[in-house]
Structures are given as structure tokens and as C-alpha cells.
């Protein structure tokens, strides 16, 4: 396989959904290339921030077809849009992206009205803090499968 595609599939998986275990596998994917880690997390961070960005986008361009956007003025509460306004994106980003993943969490902060401004940042760190998790947790999986 050429570097080429190796690199294709890393971008790839980590612009998939986190509970289709895309950055993980695209990391798994660069420790089979033998790539630095050095090089492989930028990256991995990088698509997997980018792949975000769009999902924002998408999100509230969702809300401009009728029958989304009723439905979601109808689902938007006062009490969840405080909610929102006050913790949601740092609580969102950090543990509710560990729970169902970010694009559950980002569909629902850009539902809430939460702008784009207070997304980028805790996005952006809680896409390298991710990428280093599935980082050990890769690492060590397969140190623990060497040892079998």
C-alpha cells in the first residue's frame, strides 16, 4: 500500500464518527505504517477537528428546512437552552463526547443556539485531549497483544 492511501485512510478514519471507533482505528491504522506519533496525532486531531467544523456547519444548515427547523423550536426549551448557554459546551465536549461522541453533541449545542465562536476552542481541545487517549489506549491494547 502506498503512503498515499495510508495516509487517505488515516484522514478518512479520523473524519468518522467516534462510535464507529474512527480516530481509534485511523491510529491503529498509523501504528501499523509505523508512523511517529509525532506526526500521526497532529493529524489525527486536525481531521478529526476539521470533520467537527462541518458537522457545525451542517447542523445549523439543517435547521433552515421546515420541517427540521419546527421540530427543533419545538424541542428547544428555555431549560435546556440555559443549560446550554451556561455548561454545554465545555461539559459537552468533555464528557458527553466520551458518551455518544461529538456529532451528537455538536447537533445539539448548534440546535440550542450556542454560536460558533463558543465552539471552536473547546472543539479543538477536546480533539487533541481525544486523540491522545485513543492514543494509549491503542498503544497499550496492543503492547498487552504482543504479550500474549
Not at 486536525?46 to 470533520?51: G, V
Not at 458537522?55 to 443549560?83: N, Q
Request: aromatic share 12%; net charge positive; with cysteine.
Amino acid at each position: 500500500m502506498t503512503n498515499f492511501w495510508i495516509w487517505l485512510s488515516i484522514v478518512g478514519l479520523s473524519m468518522t464518527p467516534n462510535l464507529v471507533l474512527g480516530p481509534s482505528v485511523a491510529v491503529g491504522v498509523g501504528f501499523k505504517a509505523h508512523i511517529s506519533p509525532w506526526v500521526l496525532l497532529p493529524v489525527v486531531a486536525t481531521a478529526n477537528y476539521c470533520e467537527g467544523l462541518f458537522v457545525c456547519w451542517l447542523a445549523s444548515e439543517f435547521t433552515h428546512i421546515g420541517f427540521i427547523g419546527r421540530w427543533v423550536a419545538r424541542m428547544r426549551t428555555p431549560k435546556s437552552v440555559a443549560f446550554a448557554q451556561q455548561w454545554g459546551v465545555w461539559g459537552g465536549l468533555s464528557i458527553g463526547r466520551a458518551v455518544v461522541g461529538q456529532e451528537p453533541i455538536l447537533v445539539a449545542l448548534r440546535w440550542l443556539d450556542i454560536d460558533m465562536r463558543r465552539i471552536w476552542l473547546p472543539l479543538a481541545l477536546s480533539s487533541a485531549v481525544f486523540t491522545m487517549l485513543f492514543y494509549v489506549v491503542v498503544s497499550t491494547g496492543l503492547q498487552q497483544m504482543s504479550n500474549l
